[in-house]
């Protein structure tokens, strides 16, 4: 009977000095789409010699501590297999979590110069839609998910809106219309047709001259100014009871305005494109 007992007392030591005491874990940072994914691995008694990750959608690494891009948000098993040179290890754990982004959308409603914009931007739940940023191209913006704005910048002016929603995991998208708004004169318009006024070319390319042709008769100042108010130099080549023409060499790149002021007291306000 003894000698049994201690057969199996030194079959029970074999195993236990047999078995390997090296273990594997690891962490993993939550991004949202379109970030970077870090993994941090960790090993004890010993330190690790050799990694191999599978992130759980088709790639993997043998990096200690790797960095990994999904394409995809969602969910992932990602299963860790690592190695002291003597004994190894393996661990899967569904952690890993990509948060999708929001997916920006909006509309909007003008009277006038005045517009309201109105927030469409969704997300996949279970995230939501927390926080706006609006920028109106003006120069102002706002933090209201339907915010009001009204432009006071000279008419026959377009303007790039842009929105950035947050989600509440934290996920930032952004969306910017180019010439969205465009603040139209209607006074402008009809002055130059009922006038058969032509001012070209728009845009202006090269430092091309600029011309006013038509019925010009009346006419007695002509203002240029910037989208912000600065008056600018157009100085005259030729001028006749038909015509004007302008060189702009002195016109900086962007959005300018002329205002041709007649004896009548008319007004008349026209955008100028200089590329």
């Known amino acids: 009977m003894k000698t049994k007992f201690t057969i199996l007392l030194f079959l029970l030591l074999s195993f236990q000095i047999g078995k390997s005491q090296f273990t594997v874990d690891y962490s993993s940072t939550v991004v949202c789409f379109g970030t970077l994914t870090a993994f941090t691995s960790y090993s004890w008694p010993t330190n690790a010699t050799s990694w191999h990750w599978d992130f759980g ?6 990096a200690q ?11 992932y098993i990602v299963k860790l297999v690592a190695s002291d040179g003597v004994d190894v290890d393996s661990i899967s754990k569904a952690t890993t979590i990509v948060y999708p982004l929001p997916i920006t959308a909006f509309t909007s409603t003008m009277s006038g110069s005045t517009v309201q914009f109105i927030d469409q931007s969704t997300i996949n739940p279970p995230g939501s839609i927390v926080a706006w940023f609006w ?4 120069g102002t913006t706002s933090q209201f998910m339907n915010p009001t704005t009204t432009y006071s910048y000279p008419p026959d002016t377009c303007y790039d809106v842009t929105l950035v929603p947050t989600s509440n995991q934290g996920c930032v998208a952004s969306l910017t219309k180019v010439n969205y708004i465009c603040i139209d004169s209607t006074t402008s318009i009809n002055e130059i047709k009922n006038n058969s006024i032509v001012i070209y070319p728009s845009p202006i390319i090269s430092n091309q001259d600029l011309t006013i042709k038509g019925k010009i008769n009346g006419l007695e100042k002509i203002i240029g100014y910037d989208v912000l108010g600065n008056m600018i130099s157009l100085p005259i080549i030729s001028k006749n009871e038909n015509e004007i023409i302008f060189k702009t060499n002195q016109l900086n790149k962007g959005v300018c305005f002329l205002q041709l002021h007649f004896d009548n007291k008319t007004v008349i306000s026209k955008k100028i494109v200089v590329q």
């Not at 501590?65 to 969910?75: A, D, E, K, Q």
């Open 57 to 62: 959608d088709g790639d993997t690494s043998n």
């Open 65 to 75: 501590n790797p960095t990994h891009l999904y394409s995809n948000s969602g969910t």
């Open 135 to 138: 920028n109106f191209g003006d």
